[in-house]
């Protein structure tokens, strides 16, 4: 099981909510080392001194490229289920069965996996499940 994270969890770690921090050591810490991709790091940085705790994460995190491939499988996905958000369909395609996608954007997302046949686990940047 792989953590997979939204923009919601990074910018929970960055603004250093407990609960989130708690998982990302945690994962760490078995060897699970979290996965995301470049366009939901585009949503939570901004950069500068500001975002200290998000650059501290990111070393632990596994940021995996938004390219051409990822891109195409994306706007197949969110032609089949008539949505727009390319962010959420590509995290949804960098998933895989019986992952946990920590997302803010619980509906939405379970619509992609749900299309794509991922069997994941919605979880709140917060800590409570869906």
Known sequence: MTI???????IALDRGERAMWIRLKAANSAGNVPVTHAGVLAQAWRGGPRQARLSRALAGIDVRPLD???????GELLAAVMQSDVIDAALVLVSNDGDDIVTSDPDDMSILAMAQGRHVELISPQGRGR
Request: charged residues 20%; proline residues 0%.
């Open 4 to 10: 997979v994270l939204d923009t919601g969890a990074l």
């Open 68 to 74: 051409e491939a990822l891109g195409r499988a994306a």
